[in-house]
Nanobody, 126 residues
Framework: QVQLVESGGGLVQAGGSLRLSCAAS????????MGWFRQAPGKEREFVAT????????DYADSVKGRFTISRDNAKRAVYLQMNSLKPEDTAVYYC???????????????????WGSGTQVTVSS
């Protein structure tokens, strides 16, 4: 597995922006598809965004499309989630996830990921 540590969460007003970072260590990172998921209180974990190993392919949940951007820097072993025009309904714990080293493509299924970070809290006030 790869170890993942998220950072960048916090409290922001509606309409504001945050940039989440996910630092990876351990096994090979550059060949893995990566994803961001979130879980709000009382709700199930849901897909937010995913990126392929090269960064050439991305996909987003409809609820964040046009507002969030996922990117990666394989040299820095990092994945990012730029979140703009934040809404109160974006409030959740955000998790970074990695697919296995043989799985280079994007995926919105949480079961396709074998490594997870511990999460970072994002709170959007109205």
């Amino acid at each position: 597995q790869v170890q993942l540590v998220e950072s960048g969460g916090g409290l922001v007003q509606a309409g504001g922006s945050l940039r989440l970072s996910c630092a990876a260590s351990g096994r090979t990172f550059s060949t893995s598809g990566m994803g961001w998921f979130r879980q709000a209180p009382g709700k199930e974990r849901e897909f937010v965004a995913t990126i392929s190993w090269s960064g050439g392919s991305t996909d987003y949940a409809d609820s964040v499309k046009g507002r969030f951007t996922i990117s990666r820097d394989n040299a820095k072993r990092a994945v990012y989630l730029q979140m703009n025009s934040l809404k109160p309904e974006d409030t959740a714990v955000y998790y970074c996830a990695a697919r296995g080293p043989l799985y280079r493509s994007t995926s919105y299924h949480s079961s396709d990921y074998d490594s997870w970070g511990s999460g970072t809290q994002v709170t959007v006030s109205s």
